[in-house]
């Protein structure tokens, strides 16, 4: 596998269930993050974890948790989520570091969620 | 506050006609600017960037775009575009405050019509 991959590529699920969005990258980055990409509306970043530590969150409701084990892998786990939380979830990943400002980010193909 | 403004939602153009998207920025700070592309039921891609330097810059698929400070602009242009181009496009400005991260346009969609 090259680059950032996302699992699942699809997922449907009730309110009341429990899911997770998976995000690997393979780019030996060491900042990752989620997007949200609703219609209609601009990329919103939700987190940003750099070296593993969330160093960003926008202001996101509880019932979306990031998770970041190690520098490769970052987790987006979901509950209770309303239907307006449908949408393309994107993660992303860079290479940051003290002033290393200028490296882009790349990203997954996403995960479409379908909240019923 | 960095904001980025993507003025046309859709673009329809022929194919082997030129096209302008366009993408204006407010910064109080310095600008880093970037054009990615999303090809449908994909990623973004990183199409190009301006850091500093040469205000015109070139990117894959021969895609180029200026940036003009006085405009606070960086549109993004391509002389003769091809079905393939079909895309959305988002126009993104780089905060560093900390982690760096990008605030995004809209985007706009590209259409190219046979």
């Known amino acids: 596998e090259t680059g950032v991959t996302q699992t699942p590529r699809h997922l449907v699920m009730g309110m009341t269930n429990k899911k997770s969005l998976k995000c690997e990258q393979h780019l030996g980055h060491n900042a990752m993050y989620w997007y949200k990409q609703s219609a209609k509306k601009p990329l919103e970043l939700m987190f940003v974890?750099?070296?593993?530590?969330?160093?960003e969150n926008n202001s996101v409701p509880s019932r979306f948790s990031p998770e970041c084990p190690n520098s490769s892998h970052l987790f987006l786990h979901l509950h209770t989520l309303q239907p307006e939380d449908s949408a393309l979830y994107l993660c992303a990943s860079s290479q940051g570091s003290s002033g290393g400002w200028n490296n882009e980010q790349f990203f997954g193909p996403g995960t479409r969620l379908t909240v019923l | 506050a960095q904001s980025v403004t993507q003025l046309d939602s859709q673009v329809p153009v022929f194919e082997e006609a030129p096209v302008e998207l366009r993408c204006n920025y407010s910064?109080?700070?310095?600008?880093?600017l970037f054009w990615y592309v999303q090809y449908p039921n994909q990623g973004l891609q990183l199409l190009l960037k301006?850091?500093?330097?040469?205000?015109l810059v070139k990117g894959i698929n021969g895609f180029e775009a200026e940036f003009n400070k006085s405009q606070t602009s960086f549109h993004l242009r391509k002389p003769s575009v091809h079905i393939s181009d079909t895309a959305e496009y988002f126009c993104a400005v780089l905060i560093i405050q900390g982690a760096q991260k990008l605030v995004f346009g809209q985007g706009t969609r590209l259409t190219i019509n046979p």
């Open positions: 301006y850091l500093s330097g040469s205000t």
């Open positions: 910064s109080s700070v310095s600008v880093y």
């Open positions: 974890y750099s070296l593993e530590e969330r160093v």
